[in-house]
């Protein structure tokens, strides 16, 4: 299982070996590379000076500032910005479901695009959002995407969008999602020092449906990479892009 893939389609490529499915719980797309500035579509087409000065204020959340040099920056280079986005996301997609394995399970990511998915998925990659499925005899539920932030990432939804595909899944044994439950400890950020978005909902059906699992990705470097609610372990994948290393369940 993995998460937050970000453009590792090397390790991508080897994450299924020896397991019976894949499952990938999104953010394929790597828009920029904290760790590294210098990797992703923002320095690509900004440089890393301006892929440095972004991130410095983000991490102060200035986020005001930061959208300001993005429309500055976009209006300088005189291009389409969409257009300029969906292409480099097309290359990027075009590598990364070539490297998934068959079969993978898999749901979007709060900057995945999905539209885009249905031309990149071949048929032994199953996309589901909002939807489960029985896999050796247990039922996985899938919610992708994220809530609204200040980030303003491609696919983030609303509250109640977002509670509608939750109470969807009805009961399952495994919770996935892109996401974290709404715990502080599995949505603070010990790096980017904050809070992410986590789902209210998410954690109501955890305390509601008691699934064994609620897997979820999304925060890089959490304070808390598992805990348990009630009887649901709550485990955070991992961020695949730094780590290369897929997370294994096994019953």
């Given at each position: 299982?993995?998460?937050?893939?970000?453009?590792?389609?090397?390790?991508?490529?080897?994450?299924?070996?020896?397991?019976?499915?894949?499952?990938?719980?999104?953010?394929?797309?790597?828009f920029?590379?904290?760790?590294?500035?210098?990797?992703?579509?923002?320095?690509?087409?900004?440089?890393?000076?301006?892929?440095?000065?972004?991130?410095?204020?983000?991490?102060?959340?200035?986020?005001?500032?930061?959208?300001?040099?993005?429309?500055?920056?976009?209006?300088?280079?005189?291009?389409?910005?969409?257009?300029?986005?969906?292409?480099?996301?097309?290359?990027?997609?075009a590598?990364?479901?070539?490297?998934?394995?068959t079969p993978?399970?898999?749901?979007?990511?709060?900057?995945?695009?999905?539209?885009l998915?249905?031309?990149?998925?071949?048929?032994?990659?199953?996309?589901?959002?909002g939807?489960?499925?029985?896999?050796?005899?247990?039922?996985?539920?899938?919610?992708?995407?994220?809530?609204?932030?200040?980030?303003?990432?491609?696919?983030?939804?609303?509250?109640?969008?977002?509670?509608?595909k939750?109470?969807?899944?009805?009961?399952?044994?495994?919770l996935?999602s892109?996401?974290?439950?709404?715990?502080?400890?599995?949505?603070y950020?010990?790096?980017?020092?904050?809070?992410?978005?986590?789902?209210?909902?998410?954690?109501?059906?955890?305390?509601?449906?008691?699934?064994?699992?609620?897997?979820?990705?999304?925060?890089?470097?959490p304070?808390?990479?598992?805990?348990?609610?009630?009887?649901?372990?709550?485990v955070?994948?991992?961020?695949?892009?730094?780590?290369?290393?897929?997370?294994?369940?096994?019953?």
């Amino acid at each position: 299982m993995v998460s937050d893939v970000h453009g590792n389609a090397g390790a991508l490529a080897e994450a299924g070996e020896g397991a019976d499915a894949l499952i990938c719980l999104g953010d394929l797309v790597l828009f920029l590379d904290y760790a590294d500035h210098s990797r992703g579509i923002f320095p690509d087409l900004f440089g890393v000076e301006n892929a440095d000065l972004i991130v410095e204020l983000r991490t102060a959340r200035r986020f005001d500032e930061a959208r300001d040099l993005g429309r500055r920056l976009w209006a300088e280079l005189g291009v389409d910005r969409a257009g300029a986005i969906e292409s480099a996301v097309r290359r990027q997609y075009a590598e990364m479901f070539a490297a998934l394995p068959t079969p993978t399970y898999a749901t979007y990511g709060n900057v995945d695009i999905p539209t885009l998915w249905p031309e990149y998925a071949g048929p032994g990659t199953t996309v589901l959002d909002g939807e489960r499925i029985e896999l050796d005899g247990l039922v996985f539920g899938f919610v992708g995407g994220g809530l609204h932030s200040p980030m303003r990432t491609p696919y983030e939804i609303s509250e109640e969008e977002y509670a509608a595909k939750v109470e969807a899944l009805g009961e399952v044994d495994v919770l996935c999602s892109h996401i974290p439950p709404d715990v502080p400890e599995l949505t603070y950020d010990t790096v980017a020092r904050r809070f992410e978005r986590g789902s209210r909902a998410l954690l109501d059906a955890i305390r509601r449906v008691r699934p064994r699992y609620a897997l979820f990705g999304h925060v890089h470097q959490p304070l808390a990479r598992r805990m348990r609610v009630g009887r649901t372990e709550c485990v955070n994948v991992g961020h695949f892009a730094a780590t290369g290393r897929p997370w294994t369940l096994e019953w």
